[in-house]
């Protein structure tokens, strides 16, 4: 069920709702005798499912990856943890929520850093759940 719940939401959610709906203007183009259009449009939902696949994405951002580098001796009086969101609900020894998994890469850098350079972590981020 859950592999099916995925499928679905990859196409209802941006960018699979953009393109199902390019791709359904493009077969209405050509059922309009309107090729042109309808190959123009058909290319730019191939475009855009092309550009939201994981190997283009990640071969264009690369570059923007390889300019910043972990600094050789890193220095400061304090950390700051810019938080990722919470995941609600989960039930924790201190409560119900616990961090996304965008966090939990921030919270353990935070923490290695922290046993480096011996100085203290503030948090910071978002609106506190209801």
């Known amino acids: 069920m859950l592999a099916v719940k995925k499928f679905i939401a990859a196409f209802i959610l941006p960018p699979g709702g953009i393109i199902l709906l390019l791709l ?54 304090v950390i700051i943890l810019l938080g990722g969101g919470i995941v609600e609900g989960v039930p924790d020894f201190s409560g119900t929520g616990t961090p996304s998994s965008e966090m939990l890469g921030r ?14 972590i503030i948090v910071s981020g978002g609106a506190p759940p209801d």
């Not at 090729?35 to 994405?57: D, I, K």
């Open 24 to 77: 359904a203007l493009s077969v209405w183009e050509m059922r309009r005798r309107r090729r042109l259009a309808a190959l123009l449009t058909a290319g730019c939902a191939l475009l855009l499912w092309a550009l939201a696949l994981f190997p283009v994405s990640d071969r264009l951002t690369l570059g923007l990856e390889r300019e910043f580098s972990l600094p050789p001796q890193p220095a400061g009086d």
């Open 107 to 120: 919270v353990v850098s935070a923490v290695r850093l922290e046993k480096k350079l011996r100085v203290p």
